[in-house]
Structures are given as structure tokens and as C-alpha cells.
């Protein structure tokens, strides 16, 4: 790993301590633009959203109750309406919440893995506004902080799925002005019983509310003309909605058939799957699953095939380009086969250009393809995809951090769905809109043996992962990578990976763990004969002997380090290993030698470009200049590091220099600049959420007096 790819930066717990605010760790390599403040995580309402009149008062009382924790839980059986009715009724009350809406689907009955209380809560830290390497790792003071986040605030909590009262009682807020809507098939009476949860159990629609369903999927015409017929329609959805607006959908394609025709198509259809299920089968699933076949098989060939693909997806939902790697066409033909499935309510829109499933629908397609498809079809199309997330991944993290050097993926592209993305912005907003579906995939690629796919996702996460330091995912996906790469005997892979794990376990302070793992990468790369990726790995076990204060020890892991790049020729290496040098070098007061180490390692990263290091070589040098006394010179350092922050979006960054830049301007009894600075430090740490607001609110209480 190169410098910028192996850089060790902050802790778990102190995103910008007193070191790194004086340059000897830099925090990120350049956060992009926060996240707005007020999450707004609701998905689409309803359409043509038709009854529970008596459910929807029901809710409304939740909104005058004085409790704790105001819970309402929604109960019922699948396909009975729990997700549509919670979330057409939180758009109905949202204004209620100013502060925000946040939402989550647990997947509590997904075939697929479901989302745990930790994964669910560290998305909603994430939601409201708070960078990775804010996140605390265990999910007690993840609690914590999120209940701290939520304290004296309104807003409201969605958690959609559950299945579980551990799924959710980490996202459960301490504060009576938030309101939490569960929507679970499992009564969950601990939720109820321990923690005061109002339970509302769904029951069949009516047979009023089921006709008005039906009208206005149809029209009110064709089910006034035929009521008897209408009736029976609605008795062979089991009055399920989820059943009635697909079989509604597909009678109002088919205007040229009367409503007795349509019923006797569907009843056929139903018997002849009762004969293939199991004793008891007439129920409300195998209504549904008569709708779905029913629906399924008017689809075209292509549409059904896709329909059949997407079964094999392991994640929530998916995009429309994940669908042209499946189908194997280009994602113009894929964005029609999609809105011809969500034209049948086979699959629905969650997001822009993105779909999901219903689980039972999830598992329909399942059958299906047992059924309809050859194994071998539905093997190629999960290959196809996980590929299509393996180079897509990998595009990202050329974008994200573009000089970091890499090596091209030698596995197969898919013919469809990769493209370059336009700009890190782009990138990153990919990353983190496929942060679940990324676990998921990673999992499937090992599960099934495709080892050598498994093996290279570490890498092309890389980038995403060491800005946005979602330690959680990272270290799971690495050590899933881990695995797959011993499995495979890719020894390169695994040397790259144990020296990734190596800087999560150090940000979150684990320096032991990071020396063992470090040690294991540096011993397999000698054998190997992996010079470059050696020097990267003894320039991070430098850094993690350094803050323990073995300085001997990191002085000579950083001159193995600078010695191999400088005979490499890897001119971006030997800049990484000068700058921490220098770092080291100024500990040990040692204050000329961190001079020229940094001066450089900064006239190197000018040289080729580097505007990630120059950013940090200047601020390491300002911080230097500091310690000698030599304070306009300092001034001068922190002022050109701010520029070049700025110019890469690194928002953390930026926040760190003005702070240092407030005090030395303090020192030479500029004020009003200091000032200036010091407000301005204290904006983007707000902004960020940082525990270094209240360092700035102290430095400059103790600077007035007060």
C-alpha cells in the first residue's frame, strides 16, 4: 500500500485530539460535504392509500400519549399492509417531527441475512449527520450517543420489519419527544410488556375497504358493473392488499376481459397451485402466491427472466445498473423490464432509479426460478452481479482517492451496468447508498466458493472505508476477505488485507492486534517479494510504535520504510515516510531533522501533485515551526494547509488548521484574526458533530476570562 492508502488516522473515540490538531496524524484524507442535519429517511408514501380508518385513529392517540418513550407497534400477518399503513400515516404526521424522520428496514423476514439493532443504529448515527470516525464501536455507547443526539428533539423513528425486541431496543430514543412506529409479523410482547409499546394488531381488510381498494385500482365502473364478481375477486386475494392491488393492476390492463373472466382465470390459476402445495395451503400466502403466478405469467419473457435474476440479489434493493448485470443488457433495457415489474407490483420503487422487493415476493422469485429457470442461467446472472459490484466498487475507489496506486482487477467485467463515475462526490454517494448491499454481497461471494471474488472486494473498499471509517462493516468484510484469499492461496491479497485490518484495529486504539496483523502482512510479503507493499506496512507499523512511544522502534520502521520506496522509485511512498519522520523526529524534539524531513516530504508531494500530502505536510510543518518558536512561519504553514484543504473538500481538515492557526495568531497578539479563525474552527466542528467543539468552546472561554 502506498502512503495515502495505508495512512493510520485518528481514533474511535477523539476524531481530532491534540495531536492531530498539530499535524502528527492526519484525521481523513478529504471528507466530502456532511450530510444535511435534519434526516428526512421516509420512503415514498402510498399511492391510492384506501382505509384503516379505525387503525389510523388508533395511531393518531399515540401522538397524545405522555409516556417515557412513546412505542407504537404494528402487528399482522405478510402482505397484510403494516409497512404501507406506517408509513402513509408518518407522512400524515411528519410535521409533527421537525427534526426529522428516520427509517429503517430491519429485513427481520428477508430470506437474506436481517439487519442487527447495531447495523440498524449505526446507519441512523450516520443519518444524523455524524461522520464515521465519530461512530463509537460498541453498540452500549453507540446507544448512548444516539440517545444523547435524539434528547429534546421531535422526531420520529420508523423501524420497518422487525423480528426481534433485540433488533430493537438499541434504537429505542430515552426522550418523550420522539415517537417510534415498529411494524413486526411477531407480536412482540417484551416490546409491549417491558418497554410500553402499544400494540395494533392488523387484521384482513374489510370487505368496504377491500372494494375501495379494488376501485380505485380498476375504476369504479368495472366493479360497480360486476359487484358479485368483485366480491369473489377480492375473497380469492384473501383480502390482502398487497394481493388486491396486483390483481387490481392486472385487471386494469386487461379492459377487453370482464371481471368474471379474470376470476375465473385467477381461480384456476389457485387451484392448480393448491395441488402442487402442501395440506392447508388454502390461506392467505397461498393467496398471494396465486396473485403473484397469476401476474407473473402475463409478464414477457425477458421481464420474467429478470424477475427471476433478482431473487438471487442478497441485498435490500437494488439499482437499475445491478439489474442490466443480472439481465445481461444494457440499463436502458433494464430501467423498461423494471418499470413493466413495478407496473405489476412485482417489485416497487424505493428511491430514484432503485427497487425493492416484498420478502414474500423475494421468495416467490425464488420458486420461480427452481421452477422456470436452469441452474446454470441463475449461476451466471449471480456472478454477473457480484462482478458488476466488484468493478463497480472498484471504480469508486479510483475516484475517491485517485492516486493511490492499485493494480488492475484481472477478474472478467460485465458486458453491462459498470461505468465510471463522474466525480468523487458521485462515488462516494454510490458507496454509501450500497453500504448494506455491499456486506451482503461480499457474504454471498464467499458462501457460494467465489473466493477469488471475495477476496479482492477489501481492496476496491479501501478508499470508502478509510474516509468514512465504518469500522463495523470494514472489519467484517475484510476479515470475510481474509478468509476467502487463505481459502484461495492468494497471498497477495491476504498480505494487503491483514495490513487494511491493521489500520481499523489501530484507529480504534487496538495496537497490539495491529502490530500482530502488520507483522503477518510485512512476513508475507517477503516472501512473496512484495517490496512496495512491505514499505507501506513497516510505514504503518512506525506510526503505531510511535504512538506508543517506542520511538527506536518506529524511527527504524520508518528508515526500512523510506529506504525501500526511495529504491522503488515510488516518489508518493517516500514522501508518506519523510512526513511521519518528521512527526517522529519533532517528539523526540529532534526539531532540524523534522524540518528537513518534512520540507521534503512536501517539496515531493508538490512534485508529482499530491494534494492530499500537501495538505498534511504543511500542517505537520506548521506544527514544527510552532514548537521552535517560530510563529509568523507557523502562521504561513497553517494558512497554505487551509488552501489546500479547501481545495479538496476535506471539511475536517480545514477545522483542525484553523484551530491551530487561531492560537499561533493568539501568540503574536493578533486578535481580531484569531478570532476570526477560532469561530470559524468551531463552525465546522459543530457542523461535523465533533467531540472538538468543546475543546474550541474551552480554549476560547479560558482566552476571555470567562
Not at 396473485?291 to 439499482?319: C, I, K, M, N
Amino acid at each position: 500500500m502506498d502512503d495515502s492508502a495505508n495512512t493510520f488516522t485518528g481514533t474511535a473515540r477523539s476524531v481530532v485530539q491534540a495531536r492531530d490538531v498539530y499535524g502528527d496524524v492526519h484525521v481523513s484524507h478529504a471528507p466530502l460535504p456532511v450530510r444535511a442535519p435534519v434526516p428526512r429517511q421516509l420512503p415514498p408514501d402510498v399511492a391510492g392509500f384506501t382505509g384503516r380508518g379505525t387503525e389510523m385513529a388508533a395511531l393518531d392517540a399515540l401522538l397524545a400519549q405522555d409516556e417515557p418513550v412513546r412505542i407504537g407497534l404494528i402487528a399482522g400477518t405478510a402482505g397484510v399492509g403494516k409497512t404501507a399503513l406506517a408509513v402513509h400515516w408518518a407522512h400524515r404526521i411528519c410535521g409533527e417531527f421537525p427534526d426529522g424522520q428516520l427509517y429503517v428496514d430491519l429485513r427481520g423476514y428477508s430470506p437474506d441475512e436481517p439487519l442487527s439493532g447495531q447495523q440498524a443504529l449505526e446507519q441512523f448515527l450516520y443519518g444524523l449527520g455524524l461522520p464515521g470516525q465519530n461512530i463509537p464501536t460498541s453498540v452500549d455507547a453507540q446507544t448512548a450517543l444516539y440517545r444523547s443526539l435524539l434528547a429534546n428533539r421531535r422526531l420520529l423513528v420508523v423501524l420497518d420489519n422487525a423480528y426481534a425486541v433485540t433488533q430493537i431496543r438499541p434504537l429505542l430514543p430515552g426522550s418523550r419527544t420522539c415517537l417510534v412506529l415498529v411494524t413486526s409479523r411477531n407480536g412482540l410482547s417484551g416490546l409491549v410488556s417491558r418497554d410500553g409499546a402499544v400494540r395494533l394488531r392488523l387484521g384482513l381488510l374489510p370487505n368496504e375497504d377491500a372494494m375501495a381498494l379494488l376501485r380505485h385500482a380498476v375504476g369504479a365502473g368495472r366493479i360497480d358493473d360486476e359487484p358479485t364478481h368483485a366480491e369473489r375477486l377480492a375473497r380469492l386475494c384473501a383480502h390482502l392488499p398487497l394481493a388486491l392491488r396486483i390483481a387490481g393492476e392486472r385487471v386494469a390492463d386487461d379492459e377487453y376481459s370482464s371481471l368474471a373472466d379474470v376470476v375465473g382465470d385467477l381461480s384456476s390459476e389457485r387451484e392448480r397451485l393448491d395441488a402442487l402445495g402442501s395440506e392447508g395451503s388454502h390461506d392467505e400466502t397461498t393467496a398471494v402466491r396465486s396473485v403473484f403466478s397469476w401476474s407473473y405469467q402475463a409478464l414477457e419473457a425477458d421481464t420474467a427472466r429478470l424477475f427471476r435474476h433478482l431473487g438471487v440479489h442478497p441485498g435490500a434493493s437494488f439499482s437499475i445498473d445491478a439489474a442490466a448485470a443480472l439481465l445481461d443488457r444494457p440499463p436502458a433495457e433494464a430501467r423498461m423490464r423494471l418499470r413493466q415489474l413495478a407496473d405489476a407490483h412485482l417489485v416497487e420503487p424505493v428511491a430514484r432509479s432503485r427497487y425493492a422487493f416484498h420478502d414474500l415476493l423475494k421468495v416467490y422469485a425464488d420458486e420461480r426460478a427452481e421452477v422456470d429457470g436452469r441452474f446454470d442461467d441463475g449461476q451466471a446472472a449471480l456472478r454477473r452481479l457480484l462482478l458488476w459490484y466488484l468493478h463497480t466498487a472498484d471504480l469508486a475507489d479510483r475516484a475517491l482517492l485517485p492516486l493511490h496506486r492499485r493494480t488492475a482487477l484481472a477478474l472478467p467485467r460485465p458486458r453491462h451496468g459498470v461505468e465510471e463515475f463522474a466525480d468523487r462526490e458521485h462515488a462516494l454517494a454510490w458507496c454509501e447508498g450500497e453500504r448494506s448491499n455491499l456486506v451482503a454481497v461480499v457474504r454471498r461471494a464467499a458462501a457460494i466458493g467465489e473466493h477469488a471474488v471475495a477476496a479482492h472486494f477489501p481492496r476496491a473498499l479501501w478508499s470508502f472505508f478509510d474516509l468514512r471509517k465504518l469500522w463495523s462493516e470494514w472489519i467484517l468484510i475484510y476479515r470475510i476477505g481474509l478468509e476467502s484469499a487463505r481459502v484461495s492461496e492468494d497471498r497477495d491479497n491476504e498480505a494487503w488485507i491483514l495490513s487494511g485490518l491493521a489500520v481499523a484495529h489501530y484507529d480504534l486504539e487496538q495496537f497490539d492486534r495491529a502490530i500482530r496483523l502488520s507483522t503477518q502482512s510485512i512476513v508475507i510479503r517477503r516472501v512473496i517479494g512484495d517490496r512496495w507493499g512491505e514499505a507501506g506496512t513497516l510505514s504503518n507499523l512506525g506510526l503505531v510504535y510511535r504512538r506508543l512511544g517506542r520511538y527506536d522502534i518506529a524511527l527504524n520502521c520508518l528508515r526500512r520504510s523510506l529506504s525501500i520506496r526511495r529504491a522503488l522509485g515510488d516518489r508518493r511512498g517516500e514522501a508518506g515516510s519523510l512526513s511521519r519522520l518528521g512527526a517522529t523526529c519533532r517528539d523526540l524534539g529532534r526539531f532540524e531533522e523534522s524540518l528537513a524531513h518534512l520540507a521534503e516530504s512536501l517539496a515531493i508531494r508538490r512534485e508529482i501533485g499530491d494534494q492530499h500530502g500537501i495538505g498534511f505536510a504543511l500542517h505537520s510543518l506548521g506544527a514544527t515551526y510552532e514548537q521552535l518558536g517560530r510563529l509568523d512561519e507557523a502562521v504561513g504553514c497553517y494558512r497554505e494547509s487551509l488552501d489546500a484543504r479547501r481545495e479538496i473538500g476535506d471539511r475536517l481538515g480545514q477545522a483542525a488548521n484553523l484551530f491551530c492557526l487561531g492560537k499561533v495568531l493568539d501568540r503574536v497578539h493578533r486578535r481580531p484574526e484569531s478570532q476570526r479563525a477560532l469561530e470559524q474552527a468551531l463552525a465546522i466542528f459543530a457542523e461535523l458533530e465533533s467531540p472538538q467543539v468543546a475543546v474550541v468552546k474551552d480554549y476560547l472561554a479560558r482566552r476571555t476570562g470567562t
